[in-house]
């Protein structure tokens, strides 16, 4: 029987020499609001013979930079090929194969008998960088490894905001966009049947916002973009009474709740510990899960699950010891006892076994218990929680609303104020002057490409000087087309 995908027409990736990132949300809409069960039909694993699960992420990124020869958008690994004698740059080459690596590692292992798992998450200006510069040997290495339906059971990839932005400073309007433009360039590259599998999300720096508006929206997105569940870090989350979490080897219920009073919930897996990446370059997931025992969730006894990402390309460990430590301990891993999944084949399997969303237990954001200790959910008056907020703020001064990350010693907000407020005019710019009825006209592209662009965490992340320069260009020239 013909696949309802492949009646559709294939994307054009690159249209008027920019990345596909907008034009057919109806088509994507569709695709990825489909609820098949995606890893359900070809998992090799029984639930009742595992006593424990884990499942690691690799995140991969490169920043867009208007630094071309022609002072163009090229990816910032470009310019590192190009300058290898400033700063790391010399590291370009390997970054480069861990990009593409794993479409070696997996039909390797899958040779040898093994029975791996990754999960992927790459943003879309690194999908786009490769394309710009010709590596089409990186490309067609992912695509053996996400279209060849003998390592689809193997690979897992993640949505995440198109062009790394961290949600908490996104400009509300503009989360939703992040979101679908990554939809649409990740089915222009591997097709709409590729895109039809990815049901989890990886936000940016694992950043989760705790404002109880900015957090309902991202969840409203999510959801209404076809996820089924997200990735969140421990300490980003709490219990609804404050506390720390208690069974954070379980799959949660993220509850969003806004200052109307509205509630949405989404599926959240916790990733665990810090952001150090020697966890997920020394296996440390697995080692980790081998100390755990299967606990009870409703009515169903199931294996917890030990979840981590870390930069898959970023620093000597990923770069020289994670290849062996991953090969090896894949010699170990079978399909009983402690199992490697990928997060949505664990929730299909788990569900499937009788477990229900409305059992698992609850979180919410960091500080947001405060909050609510001061309003009632019952009857929410206007202006209240932004009431609750400033009071708080007055008598501890640890509270914040910027979200919460592996990165709280860094905020993304202080001190960035040259950055943040041209990154909200330009956004106020777009939606004011781009007509969002006709998405797929070169105009649209080319200006919500710029508003994305400019809200790249790296413009932050990496300090003031030459990073802040950049955002200031692309300001500049995103104000000139919308002007």
Request: charged share 20%.
């Amino acid at each position: 029987m013909t696949s309802p995908t492949n009646l559709l027409t294939t994307l054009p990736e690159i249209i008027d020499g920019l990345p596909n990132i907008s034009g057919w949300e109806a088509e994507v809409l569709d695709v990825v609001n489909r609820d098949a069960p995606v890893f359900l039909p070809t998992t090799n694993l029984r639930l009742e013979d595992q006593s424990a699960t884990f499942a690691i992420a690799l995140h991969m990124h490169q920043p867009t930079i208007p630094a071309g020869h022609d002072g163009g958008f090229i990816s910032n690994l470009q310019y590192m090929f190009e300058h290898p004698n400033e700063g790391d740059n010399h590291n370009a080459a390997p970054f480069a194969y861990c990009y593409s690596r794993m479409g070696d590692f997996i039909p390797e292992l899958v040779s040898q008998g093994c029975n791996p798992r990754v999960m992927l998450d790459y943003s879309g200006n690194l999908l786009w960088g490769l394309r710009q510069m010709g590596r089409e040997d990186i490309l067609n290495n992912l695509k053996r490894i996400t279209c060849d339906r003998t390592y689809q059971p193997y690979v897992e990839w993640l949505g995440t905001m198109w062009s790394h932005a961290v949600v908490p400073s996104t400009p509300i309007p503009d989360i939703k966009l992040h979101i679908i433009a990554w939809q649409h360039h990740f089915a222009a590259i591997f097709g709409w049947e590729a895109l039809a599998r990815v049901k989890g999300f990886s936000p940016p720096e694992m950043h989760l916002p705790n404002h109880p508006d900015t957090l309902f929206e991202f969840v409203k997105a999510l959801k209404e973009c076809g996820y089924r569940w997200l990735l969140v870090q421990e300490h980003s989350v709490e219990t609804l009474d404050g506390q720390s979490l208690t069974y954070k080897h379980l799959p949660h219920r993220l509850i969003a709740r806004n200052s109307q009073g509205e509630t949405i919930s989404i599926t959240a897996l916790i990733k665990t510990q810090g952001s150090d990446t020697k966890l997920v370059g020394q296996m440390q997931p697995y080692y980790e899960a081998k100390t755990l025992s299967k606990q009870q969730l409703g009515s169903v006894n199931i294996p917890p699950i030990v979840s981590q990402i870390g930069d898959g390309e970023n620093g000597g460990v990923m770069m020289n010891e994670f290849p062996s430590a991953f090969k090896q301990a894949w010699h170990q891993i079978g399909k009983t006892g402690v199992v490697a999944v990928t997060g949505t084949e664990y929730l299909e399997l788990i569900e499937a076994a009788g477990c229900k969303s409305e059992d698992y237990p609850t979180c919410q954001p960091m500080g947001q218990h405060q909050i609510w200790q001061r309003v009632s959910s019952e009857n929410i008056q206007p202006g209240e929680v932004e009431k609750a907020i400033q009071e708080i703020k007055q008598t501890n001064s640890n509270f914040h609303m910027d979200g919460a990350s592996w990165t709280n010693h860094i905020s993304w907000v202080n001190g960035y104020e040259n950055v943040l407020s041209p990154m909200n005019q330009l956004s106020s710019l777009f939606h004011q002057k781009v007509d969002s009825r006709n998405t797929r006209d070169s105009h649209y592209r080319n200006a919500l490409l710029h508003n994305l662009l400019l809200q790249t965490s790296c413009f932050r992340y990496w300090g003031q000087g030459a990073w802040t320069d950049y955002a200031r260009e692309i300001y500049q020239r995103g104000e000139k087309l919308l002007s």
